[in-house]
């Protein structure tokens, strides 16, 4: 069966953004990339600094509330009719829940071809990353680091802590039928 979504699941500043940039230059067809940042930023204001949306603390740790975990079920579900559609997908994830957050997209992408892609790198390396961003809350890429791996279980991984994004997405690339 042909690989219908790919899985990045890595955490902050870890380099799945980038990679699944690559991936789009690399994979002969088209790639929609859509992550968790694309929910985030479609959230209402209201969502982003509230308990029942997502909360970024001041320490890096990330707080999800009960109405963002119901629009995120629905995004879920949407991205999975995308790739049920014809759409070839690239999720862009932090599965802060580590294995039950993939349990939920297991669910969702029920009969799809997925190829899932854990992405580490080195929370050190991810903090400077981090900081070299200015758009993240600093400490989250050191929390993120090993946490969001706890429980996974992937198809393939990469290390982009000394491996560049292009060099992850030829890997990747090779293992999509």
Not at 34 to 43: E, N, P, Y
Not at 44 to 53: M, T
Not at 150 to 169: F, I, N, R, W
Request: contains cysteine; proline residues 2%; glycine residues 12%.
């Amino acid at each position: 069966m042909t690989t219908q979504v790919i899985v990045l699941n890595g955490g902050s500043s870890s380099g799945k953004s980038g990679i699944a940039r690559c991936l789009q230059a690399v994979l002969p067809d088209a790639w929609l990339t859509l992550g968790v940042d694309t929910l985030i930023q479609a959230l209402p204001g209201s969502l982003r600094a509230a308990g029942a949306g997502i909360e970024f603390a001041a320490d890096g740790g990330v707080r999800i509330g009960l109405e963002f975990l119901r629009l995120e079920a629905a995004w879920i579900e949407g991205v999975a009719a995308m790739a049920r559609a014809g759409g070839r997908i690239i999720v862009d994830e932090v599965f802060l829940g580590g294995a039950s957050s993939q349990q939920r997209w297991q669910k969702a992408v029920a009969g799809l071809s997925v190829l899932w892609v854990g992405v580490r790198c080195d929370g050190a390396v991810a903090a400077g990353r981090e900081i070299a961003r200015g758009d993240r809350v600093p400490g989250m890429a050191a929390a993120q680091a090993e946490m969001v791996h706890q429980g996974m279980v992937y198809d393939l991984e990469v290390d982009t802590t000394l491996t560049e994004s292009l060099a992850c997405a030829r890997v990747i690339a090779a293992h999509v039928t």
